[in-house]
Structure formats: C-alpha cells, structure tokens
C-alpha cells in the first residue's frame, strides 16, 4: 500500500523560499507521472505542478517561473522548490501521482504573510 508524506511547509514571509519534500512508500512511484497539489481555505484542491517519469514538467500558470519540480526515483521522494512565495500561495500542499490517486497523504501548510 502505497504512503504519501509530505514536509517541508512553514511560515514565511512574501518573496521567501521554501523547498517541498513527498517520500512515497510502496511500490509505484517510479513507473507513474507526479504531482503537486494545493488547496486554499474555501477552494478546490488543484494541481500545481506534474513531472513524468522521463523528467518532464508541466506548471500551472500562477506559479510557472516560480517554483519547480523535481523528482529522485533512487530514493522514491518527489520535491517543489518554491520561490518568490505570494500570499496567495498559502494553501495546504498534497503531492499524487495524476494519472489516478492514491490515498491522499496529511499535506504540508505553506503561510505566507508579512
């Protein structure tokens, strides 16, 4: 059974960095296409960004430029580097494959405020 845990997230104030962290256990992480997710107080979860299993990258438009996705298929973790945080970035981050879901995992909080 595959497990999502997610680190990284904290307080941080506009135009700071914050570097997100996913460890998948289980089996499956390195055969499927990875995302991250984030859903803001009173908002639908939305993916943000997704990497392929070839290292491919595709970003939503309000963070292309800003932040970035990688992945370590050696040690089955997923990472988003964020930079140039904004307000409205506040949100709870998941990551998941986005092909199909697995058991959602507790999220990380990113705050950013002055």
């Known amino acids: 059974q595959v497990q999502l845990v997610e680190s990284g997230g904290g307080l941080v104030q506009p135009g700071e960095s914050l570097r997100l962290s996913c460890t998948v256990s289980?089996?499956?992480?390195?055969?499927?296409?990875m995302g991250w997710y984030r859903q803001a107080p009173g908002k639908q979860r939305e993916l943000v960004a997704e990497?392929?299993?070839?290292?491919?990258?595709n970003y939503a438009v309000a963070v292309k430029g800003r932040f970035t996705i990688s992945r370590d298929n050696a040690k089955n973790t997923l990472y988003l580097q964020m930079n140039s945080l904004k307000p409205e970035d506040t949100a709870v981050y998941y990551c998941?494959?986005?092909?199909?879901?697995?058991?959602w995992g507790q999220g990380t909080q990113v705050t950013v405020s002055s």
């Open positions: 998941n494959a986005v092909r199909f879901f697995w058991s």
């Open positions: 990497i392929t299993t070839g290292g491919s990258t």
């Open positions: 289980g089996s499956g992480f390195r055969i499927n296409a």
